[in-house]
T-cell receptor
Framework: KQEVTQIPAALSVPEGENLVLNCSFTDSAIYNLQWFRQDPGKGLTSLLL?????REQTSGRLNASLDKSSGRSTLYIAASQPGDSATYLC????????????FGTGTRLTIIP | DGGITQSPKYLFRKEGQNVTLSCEQN?????MYWYRQDPGQGLRLIYY???????QKGDIAEGYSVSREKKESFPLTVTSAQKNPTAFYLC??????????????FGEGSWLTVV
């Protein structure tokens, strides 16, 4: 069964810094991995989707990477802004089994102005 | 605009009551999902549906029921058998459950509180 872990649970960084959020998964037979953003009391917004055949995806200041052999994905945020403050969740689908998303518990990011 | 609409945003349930959360999507997606979110536990899958008139139990289906009579609608009923229903409920949809390169879209969520 796929298990997804995100450490740390919370992170605070000064505005303007570059930062990396981590996501670890136990099943290397992962089909794809998605990164989501969640604002307090709101639903999730998909940020980036990485297929297993890809190593990274980029959207604006965001870059997500996937390393199946090490069981890790990272979300890189460049030149952080206060508006980036939110909880970031990763979720993966394994190749085998029920093909449903397994979510991590998220990292709550605070950008300090 | 296309999207997923959940209602109500806030709902209070008395002990022993059944309540139904609405989820409607106009994205023409085949697959729909219900997740429950508790603090510090991430999202857990309650039920999912791959197509009209079909649905499957997720990881925590006990005490919940669903129906999928129309492609655009996937209501969730929280029954009195659900002993700890206070949570944030999220509905989602995707083109299909395999999510082969398909993004999953979420509604804004519904807060359910037992009083």
């Amino acid at each position: 069964k796929q298990e997804v872990t995100q450490i740390p649970a919370a992170l605070s960084v000064p505005e303007g810094e570059n930062l990396v959020l981590n996501c670890s998964f136990t099943d290397s037979a992962i089909y794809n991995l998605q990164w989501f953003r969640q604002d307090p009391g709101k639903g999730l917004t998909s940020l980036l989707l990485i297929q297993s055949s890809q190593r990274e995806q980029t959207s604006g200041r965001l870059n997500a990477s996937l390393d199946k052999s090490s069981g890790r994905s990272t979300l890189y945020i460049a030149a952080s802004q206060p508006g980036d403050s939110a909880t970031y969740l990763c979720a993966g689908i394994s190749n085998f089994g029920n093909e449903k998303l397994t979510f991590g518990t998220g990292t709550r990011l605070t950008i300090i102005p | 605009d296309g999207g997923i609409t959940q209602s109500p945003k806030y709902l209070f349930r008395k002990e022993g009551q059944n309540v139904t959360l609405s989820c409607e999507q106009n994205l023409n997606h085949d697959a729909m999902y219900w997740y429950r979110q508790d603090p510090g536990q991430g999202l857990r899958l309650i039920y999912y549906s791959q197509i009209v008139n079909d649905f499957q139990k997720g990881d925590i289906a006990e005490g919940y029921s669903v129906s999928r009579e129309k492609k655009e609608s996937f209501p969730l009923t929280v029954t009195s058998a659900q002993k700890n229903p206070t949570a944030f409920y999220l509905c989602a949809s995707s083109i299909d459950t395999r999510a082969l390169g398909n993004t999953i879209y979420f509604g804004e969520g519904s807060w359910l509180t037992v009083v």
